[in-house]
């Protein structure tokens, strides 16, 4: 008797599948950070180049190609379509020839300006090893896949506002600069940046925080806000890449007023960059698809429950803290009913498009009618 090997066509474990996704991922990480190498001055952020550990750096790009090329040949082999398993190949294989992980780095690294590539491909490699692990093990909805309806206009929204990384932080920091320079008195911005670091991250964060609270409150009131606002609204299943579906001007307004008493007040460098890390992580965990007993946090700091109430596609226009969810207690707007989720997510009526283009231009046209926030 003989025994046919079988080519699977699903995504069930041993079809080729998860081993074609994994193997395109990796290539493609692995042949974007050989690009960094070979052009630094274009493709690679200027405040970050002179604090790259390279030697992890050149490790993590070969173990990528490797993975990329090793995992494309099984997914070639299990699987009947093969585009996945050669597009992992493809990557790996190109990275390897343009000169791998040992690629010499050459010329001037001197350039202001550049697209923040490594900073995407760095920030997609760390959260996806978190986050991905963990919502496997925490699933809040176990039936939802890593690869849900909707996770391609999530990642062209993750790459574009980490692409653009300049962009964003410049026009952040300009409405400060701009507008509020009259405000500042030397003496208490000393004051206030010659306290303990951790003091002073504590206090950005509630600063931070009950600045975001109103803006994010107008956001959802303010016609013309709420269409930029809805683009973040309009996803229907979160998990960690959905918290990037941001449309630019919402976080330009956004991080730009935020800074405005952060600038004014005079917190040291360092205090800032600390917050960064913290709420960059956090945005991130609040929407993710983990479902953690988090009840001794729930109103001390923003968990994925309570934020998840926020995406509720009923009831609305509750929970707009991001951080200290006592600010919607005391405002009154606090929505979190014991041991309960909500059931769906989204805005009623769907009006916005999918895709990410059309949710750049969306927001811009002419509205027919208000959608209700939701």
């Known amino acids: 008797m003989t025994v046919a090997l079988g080519r699977g066509t699903g995504r069930q474990f041993g079809a080729g599948w998860i081993s074609g996704v994994l193997a395109a991922a990796c290539g493609a990480l692995g042949y974007g950070g050989v690009l960094c190498l070979l052009f630094p001055d274009w493709l690679t952020t200027p405040a970050a180049r002179a604090h790259y550990p390279m030697e992890l750096i050149r490790f993590l790009i ?9 995992l494309g040949a099984l997914s070639v082999i299990l699987r009947r379509r093969k585009v996945l398993g050669f597009t992992g190949l493809a990557l790996a294989t190109a990275g390897t020839l343009l000169g791998g992980s040992g690629v010499e780095i050459k010329g001037s690294v ?15 490699f760390v959260l996806a090893l978190l ?26 929204h993750f790459a574009m506002s ?36 951790v003091l002073q991250v504590v206090e950005i964060v509630l600063v931070a925080d009950l600045t975001q609270y109103w803006i994010h409150r107008a ?25 990037s579906r941001l449309h630019l ?23 800032i960059y600390a917050y960064l890390v913290f709420v960059s992580f956090l945005a991130v965990f609040i929407h993710a698809n983990v479902r953690l007993n988090m009840k001794m946090l729930d109103w001390v700091v923003v968990t994925p429950r309570f934020h998840h109430w926020h995406h509720a596609a009923h009831p609305v ?10 600010l919607d207690r005391l405002f009154g707007t606090a929505h979190l009913p014991p041991g309960r989720w909500p059931d769906a997510y989204g805005i009623a009526g769907r009006p916005v498009p999918e895709g990410y283009w059309r949710q750049l231009v969306w927001p811009l046209q002419r509205a027919r009618r208000r959608p209700s926030p939701g």
């Open 219 to 243: 956001f959802h009131r303010v016609p013309w806000l709420w269409r930029l606002h809805a683009v973040h609204h309009s996803s229907e299943t979160l998990d960690w890449l959905a918290g």
């Open 131 to 156: 986050f991905v692990p963990l919502e496997r093990v925490a699933p809040r909805r176990p039936e939802q896949g890593i690869f849900r309806p909707g996770w391609t206009t999530d990642l062209m």
């Open 110 to 124: 001197e350039s202001t300006t550049a697209a923040g590539l490594d900073w995407f491909l760095l920030n997609l």
């Open 62 to 70: 070969y173990t990528m190609l490797v993975i990329g090329f090793g």
């Open 162 to 197: 980490h692409l653009m990384v300049q962009l964003t932080v410049v026009l952040t920091m300009l409405p400060a600069a701009l507008f509020f320079r009259w405000a500042t008195r030397p003496w208490l911005q000393d004051t206030i940046a010659a306290q303990p670091l």
């Open 317 to 326: 226009d509750k929970n707009f803290a991001v951080h200290l969810p006592w």
């Open 249 to 271: 001007i919402d976080i330009v307004v956004t991080r730009g007023l935020s800074f405005v008493p952060l600038y004014v007040l005079g917190f040291a460098a360092p205090a």
